[in-house]
């Protein structure tokens, strides 16, 4: 027998479904790449917004306690580490706690933004505490889990993806 003959035939139909297209279709528009994409730039406005509030008032708390510091105190690289460690945990509470209560942060309400379910809906409980979660691992390291929607190709943070939601125009 001539081993060069022999052929296996590997039938694919039955390890590969076939694509659904009748899904896509139905599918909400805005959790479309294209969609998501168009609302890069609001969402980077919104989060500007956000951080700048977030920054505002970690300021007032650094101005209060450094007033209150004694006179012969001063600050080195580890107390300004723990500073820059509260600032983003801060950030990550922030985002989680207006996740919680209204699936929208101040900066994403001015700029008429909203995150919903892969359905439309408002984020339930668990689903605010998945995306709390997401920001939290999207900001500690050095905000790259939130950079992450310019280089992905659906445009979605990591916190979009561990929570499995989406940003919608209001």
């Known amino acids: ?29 805005f959790t479309f790449p294209e969609y998501q994409g168009k609302l890069l730039l609001p969402r980077i406005m919104a989060g500007l917004t956000d951080f700048g509030i977030a920054a505002l008032v970690y300021c007032i708390f650094i101005i209060t306690t450094y007033l209150q510091m004694p ?8 107390v300004l ?3 820059g460690a509260g600032f983003f945990i801060l950030l990550a509470i922030y985002f989680f706690l207006f996740m919680l209560s209204s699936s ?26 998945m995306r709390g979660f997401g920001y ?8 790259l889990g939130l950079v992450w929607a310019l280089l992905d190709p659906e445009h979605l943070t990591w916190a979009d993806k561990v929570s ?7």
Request: charged letters at 25%; one cysteine or more.
């Open 164 to 170: 499995g939601t989406y940003v919608k125009k209001i």
């Open 81 to 83: 580490g723990i500073y």
């Open 104 to 129: 929208q942060t101040p900066g994403m309400k001015h700029r008429r933004l909203t995150v919903v379910t892969r359905e439309g809906s408002p984020l339930d409980p668990r689903q605010a505490c």
């Open 71 to 78: 006179d012969t105190f001063s600050p080195d690289r580890r």
């Open 1 to 29: 027998m001539d081993q060069g003959t022999k052929r296996t035939v590997i039938s694919i139909q039955k390890h590969q479904p076939e694509f659904d297209f009748d899904e896509a279709e139905q599918s909400p528009s």
């Open 136 to 143: 939290l691992i999207s900001i500690l390291p050095v905000m």
